[in-house]
């Protein structure tokens, strides 16, 4: 009976209560500005998981709680808000979805302790590093020598012009220095390497006239889906007829939806099938419609499959501690769309897809 009075005393008391409480799992994100699109549809991903893992009991017995914070694609933002998520008891934070704000936020994930899990972020920075960074998305440096052989041996250009974005630079210069010496390996070059920095339009039209002057064959635009609209309109409206080409970053339907006919034929690798017909695919993409109201892409698929990953491995201890280690020690992950290989530095494998824009929607190029 005094044991049981214990107990009982012991939940009431707020300090207590705390240890069988929610367990809080953070979410990094672009909320609000020029990469929202992005951001919500991570986090629609992440609170899917989430509700389906409550709604089959928890961990434990004990509910789980998603926490959002808006990086608002600034790194001093990024930084306070990650701050904010290990102060509020964070277990893991799902994110970020761009490499700027990896690059910012693993140094004091590392700091901190508080594992980080990325769905979106390729950046060659965090690449083979023993830390508190882990990723289901791979590097730039696989899908640009893919991208660099499509380019040059499907679609026969060997002079391709480059525009990227400086504001997310650790994803855009990385992409752009592998796909380039790629390029020149199979006997292609770079005509032009121009930048923009997103939200400053004037940058644009700069970038557009100086591309074009060099008489490529092709444009490879590296930049969020909103800048990729704005510039394949920009192309297409000085007469550009060749191919452009994008990252998967761009490939979400705020693209299709502000570029219209510009982005017909825009071409890139994806990194899960958007016409995969297994059941356990389909069973995801109804539920997040119903629950959403719009197609889950790249952002959402892998946000899903993070979180997923995460509280798969809280059971009996869910500590920033014992995540860790049972992260280090992962190689392979059933994700949404079949097995994931996983390297002792939190990198993975996976296979590419390549796509297009057809009719104004995202198609497989067979």
């Not at 990729?228 to 998967?248: D, K, M, N, P, Q």
């Not at 071409?267 to 059941?279: A, G, I, P, Q, V």
Request: charge should be negative; include cysteine; aromatic fraction near 8%.
């Amino acid at each position: 009976m005094t044991t049981t009075l214990a107990v009982l005393a012991c939940v009431v008391l707020s300090g207590c209560a705390s240890v069988r409480g929610p367990i809080v799992i953070g979410y990094l994100g672009g909320l609000s500005g020029r990469t929202s699109d992005l951001g919500d549809a991570g986090r629609d991903g992440a609170l899917l998981a989430v509700e389906e893992a409550n709604l089959a009991g928890g961990v434990d017995g004990r509910e789980l709680e998603l926490l959002p914070a808006d990086d608002a694609q600034d790194v001093t933002k990024a930084a306070s808000a990650f701050r904010e998520l290990e102060a509020a008891d964070a277990v893991a934070v799902i994110g970020p979805m761009t490499s700027a704000i990896a690059v910012t936020v693993t140094p004091i994930a590392d700091e901190l302790e508080v594992p980080l899990v990325s769905p979106t972020t390729s950046t060659d920075e965090l690449t083979g590093r023993a830390d508190w960074f882990y990723r289901l998305y791979p590097d730039n440096s696989s899908a640009a020598r893919k991208l660099a052989a499509v380019v040059h041996d499907r679609l026969g250009h060997t002079r391709v012009a480059m525009i990227y974005d400086l504001a997310n630079r650790a994803h855009t210069e990385t992409w752009a220095r592998n796909f380039t010496d790629e390029l020149t390996l199979l006997g292609g070059s770079v005509t032009s390497s121009e930048t923009i920095t997103s939200g400053e339009l004037g940058t644009y039209d700069i970038a557009v006239d100086r591309a074009l002057s060099s008489e490529p064959q092709c444009v490879f635009v590296l930049a969020n889906a909103l800048d990729t609209a704005r510039l394949a309109t920009l192309l297409r409206g000085a007469g550009f007829e060749g191919h452009v080409i994008t990252s998967e970053w761009s490939a979400t339907e705020v693209v299709i939806g502000y570029g219209g006919r510009a982005v017909e034929g825009m071409m890139f690798l994806n990194t899960f099938d958007r016409e995969s017909t297994t059941s356990g695919y389909q069973g995801f993409a109804k539920r997040f419609r119903e629950r959403f109201g719009y197609e889950a892409g790249f952002a959402s698929v892998h946000a899903y499959d993070a979180t997923r990953l995460v509280i798969s491995q809280l059971d009996s201890d869910p500590t920033r501690a014992a995540l860790r280690g049972r992260l280090d020690g992962l190689r392979s992950f059933d994700a949404i769309q079949g097995g994931l290989k996983l390297d002792a530095t939190g990198d993975v494998e996976r296979d590419y897809f390549l796509m297009t824009i057809r009719d104004g929607v995202f198609v497989r190029v067979e």
